[in-house]
């Protein structure tokens, strides 16, 4: 056995299990060792069984008792039940839905039993609880007869899915650590590194993560896997940093006299944040080798207006040795209407410079100028957009993910521009980047306020550059929390906002309302029953509308038209207009159900209405009563800015609730270690010290080893 052994040769897995382990994306031994529990059981909630009250989660020590087979008397559900006994009284225990329980404990044992405290007509029973079998019963609360204490273990307890139980995870792991595995490991971390940070080496940390004495030792664990998995980010983003770095790029070189005829049409005056923005890409550009940047900024901070006189350096740049002809620009959007937003953008940039633009989506491409009107655009076939493309004659492209496609090539791509970075995956970036022999520069632009310690490390092989100024004149948003109480005068205000000639926003949680027939289903304000409240008893004499994911794009851009032009006076959607939508107008937000988004999507949404110089108002509506969700909102009001927003709420919310594997591709564990900066800074050290010792890790097999394992990167 080793750890790239597959569960399935080594257990009777039944398809439920099979599916279950699928789903949890366990499938090889090393998997399930790396499965950390989510939490352990607290052994100060430790009780006696004549101490426990219903309602309550404990551990008990007891003798068993009475194990039989049974079903149910009405549901027929197979079950396992038990009596547990210590000197202050009995309890009973039952298993439901696994009656093979029955045959893994014997009566006369000792055990330790960890779960829920029910009551029924007989009295207390404790149900589906884990258990230890241990040797002898510890002391373990003061009013405790029993003799000889024994270390007690904190049970860990497993994220589970439909046919995988946390129990079921804790025995598979005991039997693979008696098979012996944990000797033949090989420590994938450096012995000097382990030592320099007092981590525990492979094997305790294993043990101890698992099957921990005391909870310091889990801990101790937990920091050590956070650790390795950071260290093997921070690995493979510095390499691909070096390597990057090694690739010719274009250089492009522009004077200030040249930029600043550019951006004096702009309608507004550019930050200094700005300024310092696209001072720090023009230096890049400079050298000769391709930039890789990340351009962080609140919505409204001006990162589309840094992206246009970028691209206008690359396309008012001949290629080198070429008298006619421009390098080109790809800007690469995740949504169909972010890209038309931002295709109609750059003409008003770009109207004067005569040069060619292009949209390419899914749903069609479009080319400006039109030769009919020069001033507009026109529809074109996509074969022909792809010809004039390959042949250098369209200088920007704009568009989704159309433009990763094989079929799309470019003549001289000088420019990467990304827009919400963290909705495209690495290997998205780097189809785009290998379409050209010379390595394109690249900027990677989002709104989402990210935590330094996250930045440093899912962008650690990109340069950071903060917008963190607001262009002048521009109001701080008016955010108000609303409980249940003040929801009629709030609508009143809202009613003078449209009423002076603004427009609103009403985002809500669900698309449609929810099942009733549906036990768990979430109870929350949807899109089409709120647009029809709001026009039948709030607002009849105003034209209400509805947007949401599950709307066919030109249906999508069909509406959003509408709102733009000023025909639809209060939009209701879901939080699709978290990204990018751009209507000046629109002053006014309401959030329904709050609570049921994370801090930093609030203020993604929060941000739509700080298009313009007008008043904004974000009214934050809730019913909830959990003390900790009404903090998180009232930060949502008092903090600065969204920088400040996202270190709040990694620390009150935790990083597995606001980002999480799905959007970053990290674990849990490791995003736990996101709070520690230290950490993640000294992990970041580390790799880059190695790789400058040793770049190929030759002298490092066993970490070259699991870092190829992980990455498709290979240290040659």
């Known amino acids: 056995m080793d750890l790239n052994t597959l569960l399935k040769d080594i257990f009777r897995l039944l ?83 696994q ?10 044992t000792y055990a330790k039993f960890s779960g829920k405290i029910s009551e029924n007509k007989k009295g207390l029973y404790i149900s589906n609880p884990e258990f230890e079998i241990i040797d002898k019963l510890p002391i373990t609360t003061g009013t405790s007869l029993f003799g000889e204490s024994v270390e007690v273990s904190s049970f860990p307890i497993y994220s589970e899915t439909r046919g995988i139980t946390s129990k079921w995870i ?16 090989e420590d994938p971390i450096p012995e000097d590194i382990l030592r320099k940070y007092n981590l525990p080496a492979i094997k305790s940390a294993l043990v101890w993560i698992h099957t921990p004495r005391k909870l310091a030792d889990a801990e101790a664990a937990r920091k050590r896997f956070a650790f390795e998995e950071v260290f093997f980010i921070q690995l493979t983003k510095q390499k691909e940093r070096m390597e990057n770095e090694k690739n010719p790029a274009f250089i492009i070189e522009k004077s200030p006299e040249d930029i600043e005829k550019f951006t004096s049409r702009f309608p507004f005056k550019e930050t200094e944040a700005q300024h310092k923005a696209i001072t720090e890409i023009f230096e890049d550009f400079k050298r000769g080798r391709p930039m890789s940047r990340l351009l962080e900024g609140d919505v409204g901070s001006g990162k589309t207006a840094v992206a246009a006189t970028t691209a206008y350096a690359a396309v008012t740049t001949r290629p080198q040795g070429q008298h006619f002809g421009t390098l080109q620009v790809a800007y690469m959007c995740p ?79 000088a420019y990467v521009i990304i827009d919400e970075q963290h909705r495209f995956g690495t290997a998205q970036r780097q189809k785009l980047i290998k379409k050209d022999k010379e390595v394109p520069h690249l900027l990677s632009m989002t709104a989402t306020p990210i935590p330094r310690t996250l930045a440093l490390t899912v962008y650690g092989d990109l340069d950071l550059t903060l917008l963190d100024q607001m262009p002048v004149g521009r109001k701080p948003i008016i955010t108000e929390i609303i409980p249940p109480t003040k929801r009629e005068p709030t609508y009143e205000l809202i009613r003078k906002e449209l009423q002076a000639g603004r427009q609103c926003y009403v985002i809500c949680p669900r698309i449609n309302e929810p099942d009733p027939d549906k036990e768990m289903a979430l109870n929350a304000k949807s899109v089409k029953e709120e647009a029809k409240r709001l026009k039948k008893d709030v607002f009849p004499e105003y034209v209400v ?28 959607a879901t939080s699709l207009v978290e990204v990018g939508v751009n209507v000046p107008n629109a002053t006014v937000i309401v959030l329904e159900g709050a609570e049921r988004f994370g ?11 700080i298009r313009s110089n007008h008043q904004a108002y974000c009214y934050v509506f809730s019913d909830t009563k959990s003390q900790k969700s009404i903090d998180r909102l009232k930060a949502l009001k008092t903090a600065k800015n969204g920088f400040e927003l996202a270190e709040f709420d990694l620390q009150l919310r935790g990083t597995g609730e606001l980002y999480g594997r799905k959007q970053w591709g990290v674990s849990d564990l490791a995003m736990e ?31 070259k080893a699991h870092a190829e394992a992980q990455d498709d990167i290979h240290f040659e």
């Not at 074969?383 to 004659?393: A, D, P």
């Not at 801090?599 to 209405?609: A, D, M």
Request: proline fraction near 3%; charged fraction near 20%; hydrophobic fraction near 40%.
């Open 15 to 97: 398809d439920i299990q099979k599916k279950g382990l699928a789903k949890l994306g366990l499938k090889t031994v090393g998997d399930l060792l790396y499965y950390p529990p989510t939490r352990y059981s607290d052994a100060s909630a430790t009780k006696n069984i004549g101490e426990l009250v219903a309602g309550e989660s404990v551990s008990i020590y007891g003798k068993i008792d009475g194990i039989k087979l049974g079903r149910g008397f009405r549901s027929k559900v197979a079950m396992a039940s038990a009596t547990i006994e210590d000197p202050t009284g009995k309890i009973g225990a039952v298993w439901f839905h």
């Open 99 to 108: 009656p093979y329980i029955a045959k893994m404990i014997m009566n006369g």
């Open 170 to 185: 804790y025995h598979a792991i005991q039997k693979i650590f008696s098979s012996g595995i944990l000797d033949t490991l």
């Open 335 to 413: 949504t169909e209407i972010l890209a038309k937003q931002h295709f109609e953008s750059f003409i008003k940039y770009f109207y004067h410079v005569g040069i060619s633009i292009a949209l390419m989506t899914s749903s069609g491409c479009k080319k400006f100028p039109s030769k009919v009107n020069p001033t507009g655009w026109t529809d074109i076939s996509r074969s022909q957009l792809l010809k004039w493309v390959v042949n250098g004659e369209i200088s920007i492209v704009i568009g989704t993910h159309s433009l990763i496609q094989k079929t799309v090539q470019f003549k001289h791509l």
């Open 545 to 572: 509308d509805i947007i949401h994911s599950k709307m066919t794009p030109s249906d999508k851009e069909y509406t959003m038209d509408l709102f733009a032009n000023g025909k639809t006076t209060i939009l209701v």
């Open 599 to 609: 801090l930093s999507q609030l203020h993604q949404l929060r941000g739509r209405v």
């Open 673 to 703: 270690a996101m709070k520690n900066l230290k950490m993640v800074e000294a992990a970041r050290t580390e790799a880059r010290l190695l790789l400058e010792s040793d770049p190929d890790l030759s002298r490092h097999p066993e970490l």
